[in-house]
């Protein structure tokens, strides 16, 4: 019997499509939103806690790190909003194909890049 399968499994030589990037991106994108979701209660905690403690958390969100750090939660937002709305959109039935799958995941990132410039004007 003939072995067909791949002997070398180096990841970094593996082509993947770009549907499996989406999907890897999609992932770490959720993860990011549940990590940042503890970041974001500790500032509304502190941002209720009282007068010196909104004080405090509107100077420290002021600083130019914790600015990129609200970018970057606002991106995961935001591309993980537009694969999920795929998602559902695969689930009706719609671009289950390998080309249907190619252009939505195209689509997702093209609107994931604009909505990142987007929340980097909001930001900053």
Not at 17 to 26: M, Q, V
Not at 73 to 91: E, F, N, P, W
């Amino acid at each position: 019997m003939k072995d067909n399968r791949p002997v070398n499994l180096d990841i970094g030589t593996i082509k993947l499509p770009i549907t499996a990037y989406a999907s890897i991106t999609h992932r770490v994108s959720g993860v990011i939103m549940v990590v940042s979701a503890f970041l974001l209660l500790y500032a509304l905690d502190m941002s209720l806690a009282g007068p010196e403690g909104f004080a405090t958390l509107a100077e420290c969100l002021a600083n130019p790190i914790v600015k990129f750090v609200q970018w970057g939660i606002m991106v995961a937002l935001i591309y993980h909003s537009l694969a999920g709305i795929k998602h559902l959109i695969m689930d009706f039935g719609i671009g289950e194909s390998m080309e249907g799958g190619v252009l939505g995941a195209r689509l997702v990132i093209v609107l994931s890049v604009v909505g990142a410039v987007l929340a980097g004007v909001v930001v900053w």
